[in-house]
C-alpha cells in the first residue's frame, strides 16, 4: 500500500533555532515530491523534487531528495514566529498532478 | 492569494443529508482535483476531472462523485453524510500536463456533519 509518512508529528522551538522535517515514502509509480506550507487552510507550495541529490533553496528554506532511501528532509535555518504552520510532503503518483500527502509536521516557532 | 475558489467557506448538516460544495477553477486551469482533509491528517485524494470527464479517484466510496462544467468550475457532492465525512475539503487546479508546482489550492470548504 502506498504511504507518505512525515516526522515528527510536531515541534516547538525557539526563533533562530534550525529544524530538519523529514518525509519518507513508499509509493508506486513515483513522478515528483512536493512540499507545501499551511497555514490556514489552502496549503501554498515550496518546493518539488524530482531528482536525488539536488538541493533546492529559498531564503532560509531548503530540502533534498533520496530516491534510493526514499525520503525527503526540509531544513528551516534562524526560524521565525512566521515560520510556524503545518508542513506538508506530498508524493505525485500519477501524472496530471494526483497527489498522496503525509499527516504533516506542525511547527510552533516561539519568540 | 491564488485564483482559486470555494464556497461556501463554512457549512453545517447532520447525518443522512446531502451536501454540494463548489470550486472555481484559476483561470486557464482544465483540471480540478479535491482532498479531504480530516483534522490533523493530510488532504486525501478524492478524485480529479479533466474536461469534464472524471480522471483518477481516489479510495473514497460512490457516495462521493463529482462535476466538471465546460467553464472548468466543479462541484462535489456527497450523499448520505456521515459523522466521518466532517473536514476540510480543498480543491486545487493546473493544467493537466502542467509542472505540479503550478497546481493552486482554494481556501477549502469546512463542513461539519452532526
Known amino acids: 500500500e502506498d504511504k507518505v509518512v512525515q516526522s515528527p508529528l510536531s515541534l516547538v522551538v525557539h526563533e533562530g533555532d534550525t529544524v530538519t522535517l523529514n518525509c519518507s515514502y513508499e509509493?508506486?509509480?513515483?513522478?515528483?515530491l512536493l512540499w507545501y506550507k499551511q497555514e490556514k487552510k489552502a496549503p501554498t507550495f515550496l518546493f518539488m523534487l524530482t531528482s536525488s541529490g539536488i538541493e533546492k533553496k529559498s531564503g532560509r528554506l531548503s530540502s533534498i531528495l533520496d530516491k534510493k532511501e526514499l525520503f525527503s528532509i526540509l531544513n528551516i535555518t534562524a526560524t521565525q514566529t512566521g515560520d510556524s504552520a503545518i508542513y506538508l510532503c506530498a508524493v505525485e503518483f500519477r501524472s496530471g498532478n494526483q497527489f498522496y500527502f503525509g499527516t504533516g509536521t506542525s511547527l510552533t516557532v516561539i519568540p | 492569494e491564488t485564483g482559486v475558489t470555494q464556497s461556501p467557506t463554512h457549512l453545517i448538516k447532520t447525518r443522512g443529508q446531502q451536501v454540494t460544495l463548489r470550486c472555481s477553477s484559476q483561470?486557464?486551469?482544465?483540471?480540478v482535483s479535491w482532498y479531504q482533509q480530516a483534522l490533523g491528517q493530510g488532504p486525501q485524494f478524492i478524485f480529479q476531472y479533466y474536461r469534464e470527464e472524471e480522471n483518477g479517484r481516489g479510495n473514497f466510496p460512490p457516495r462521493f462523485s463529482g462535476l466538471q462544467f465546460p467553464n472548468y468550475s466543479s462541484e462535489l457532492n456527497v450523499n448520505a453524510l456521515e459523522l466521518d465525512d466532517s473536514a476540510l475539503y480543498l480543491c486545487a487546479s493546473s493544467l493537466p500536463s502542467g509542472r505540479a508546482e503550478t497546481q493552486y489550492f482554494g481556501p477549502g470548504t469546512r463542513l461539519l456533519v452532526l
Open positions: 509509493v508506486t509509480n513515483f513522478r515528483s
Open positions: 483561470s486557464g486551469h482544465n483540471t
